[in-house]
């Protein structure tokens, strides 16, 4: 099966920093690697996402790059705000398919 | 994007009771989960909910421990039986229309289990 490491599991940053959040994989298949935010009280929300064909993509303040040969990913958080402050979770679909693992989640705290 | 209600949206329990959680859509859609995750943990998944045919668990995730019904393409239930404070975690229902790109989720049940 697929298994996902994703690291740092806290991370603290000053308003208007820059946040990284790096995720490794295990299954060489994996094609589709999805980024969500969890905030308190709430379900987690798909905030971008990227495909194995694609290294890079980005929406406005975030971006997720991705190495398939070293099977990692990354989601970079620019000029961050205190509404930034939730869990992250990266996820990767096993042997191509509709399911997904995630790893073990970020809880990135935005210091006014 | 999906609308999902869940219920309840916590609850505190006695051990030994069982509690049902209840995951209702506003549109029809393919495929329904059951997630479990613990305190301060990530998302594992329980069982995926089959319409008209017994769920799908998981390794580690039993039928007779978490029963699953999904009577039609909009509604699923998910109960967790004869309950222990392990039990205690949040419980999220999921949907997906079909691709792993349109993955949704509720707002989660938060279980205290005494």
């Known amino acids: 099966g697929e298994n996902v490491e994703q690291h740092p599991s806290t991370l603290s940053v000053q308003e208007g920093d820059s946040a990284v959040i790096k995720c490794t994989y295990s299954?060489?298949?994996?094609?589709?690697f999805p980024w969500y935010k969890q905030e308190l009280g709430k379900g987690p929300q798909l905030i971008i996402d990227?495909?194995?064909?694609?290294g890079e993509k980005k929406d406005q303040r975030i971006a997720v790059t991705l190495n398939k040969t070293a099977k990692h990913f990354s989601l970079h958080i620019t000029e961050t705000q205190p509404e930034d402050s939730a869990v992250y979770f990266c996820?990767?679909?096993?042997?191509?398919?509709?399911?997904?693992?995630f790893g073990g989640g970020t809880r990135l705290m935005v210091k006014p | 994007s999906a609308v999902i209600s869940q219920k309840p949206s916590r609850d505190i329990c006695q051990r030994g009771t069982s509690l049902t959680i209840q995951c209702q859509v506003d549109?029809?859609?393919?495929?329904m989960f059951w997630y479990r995750q613990q305190p301060g943990q990530s998302l594992t998944l329980i069982a995926t909910a089959n319409q008209g045919s017994e769920a799908t668990y998981e390794s580690g995730f039993v039928i007779d421990k978490f029963p699953i019904s999904r009577p039609n393409l909009t509604f699923s239930t998910l109960t967790v039986s004869n309950m222990s404070p392990e039990d205690s975690s949040i419980y999220l229902c999921?949907?997906?229309?079909?691709?792993?790109?349109?993955?949704?989720f509720g707002s989660g049940t938060q279980l205290s289990v005494l």
């Open positions: 996820a990767a679909n096993y042997n191509a398919g509709n399911m997904l693992t």
């Open positions: 299954d060489s298949a994996s094609n589709y």
């Open positions: 999921s949907v997906s229309t079909g691709s792993v790109e349109k993955l949704f």
């Open positions: 549109s029809q859609v393919t495929m």
């Open positions: 990227i495909r194995s064909n694609v």
